[in-house]
């Protein structure tokens, strides 16, 4: 099974609308790091967002909101009031512990391309 | 120079030729990886450095040779590549933290084997 899991390849949203890109994630660890990229065409990885394991808040970084839901092993993003600058790709990935011995290992989802109409 | 950079942003090369990427990060981390990115496939971690020493090793093929001389630079020497190892190179470093620690990329190597 897939530890990462996007189900979206593409979605179009309108200039100064809300979109959420969904990301779905399969561990047996209990404690484990979610992150988003943003990959722009430029090819470099933009970090946005994190979101622990044992956070009882959803993480939020301006525009951009995590929906953690860890019963259902979601972790998608929001990002409110869409900009031109936001088309672009979209990473979900997951650090996990594995007993401290994980050595940054990071899993990547296969990304979302999000296009922002105006 | 801030954050993490790669020289050369591009390179063409032939399946003889020998070269080498180069990442240097800026930002007083003690890890540091290459990823490859081909089209149509997610990100896959390579090697994996901590404190200079390869923890990490992710069943690469020999013609990929990491060397990481200090905690701040990072290479990857190319020899005899394949037209399959065509993709994005990616290097990024971290703080090693566990869980929570956020690894920050460079902007790439757009590598092309003829």
């Known amino acids: 099974a897939q530890k990462i899991t996007q189900t979206q390849p593409g979605m179009f949203v309108q200039e100064k609308e809300a979109v959420t890109l969904d990301c779905t994630y399969d561990t047996s660890d209990q404690s484990y790091g979610l992150f988003w990229y943003k990959q722009p065409s430029s090819g470099e990885m933009i970090f946005l967002i994190y979101q622990g394991s044992y956070d009882e808040q959803n993480a939020t970084e301006g525009r951009y909101s995590l929906n953690f839901q860890k019963a259902r092993k979601s972790a998608n993003l929001v990002i409110s009031a869409s900009q031109l600058g936001d088309s672009a790709m979209y990473f979900c990935?997951?650090?996990?512990?594995?007993?401290?011995?994980?050595?940054?290992?990071?899993?990547f989802g296969q990304g979302t391309i999000l296009t922002v109409h105006p | 120079e801030t954050g993490v950079t790669q020289t050369p942003r591009h390179l063409v090369m032939g399946m003889t030729n020998k070269k080498s990427l180069k990442c240097e990060q800026h930002l007083g981390h003690n890890a540091m990886y290459w990823y490859k990115q081909s089209a149509k496939k997610p990100l896959e971690l390579m090697f994996v450095y901590n404190f200079k020493e390869q923890t990490e090793n992710n069943s690469v093929p020999s013609r990929f040779s990491p060397e990481c001389p200090n905690s701040s630079h990072l290479f990857l020497h190319l020899h005899t590549l394949q037209p399959e190892d065509s993709a994005l190179y990616l290097c990024a470093s971290s703080h090693v933290l566990g869980v929570q620690e956020t690894q920050y990329f460079g902007p790439g190597t757009r590598l092309l084997v003829l």
């Open positions: 990935a997951m650090r996990e512990d594995f007993g401290g011995t994980s050595y940054g290992k990071l899993t």
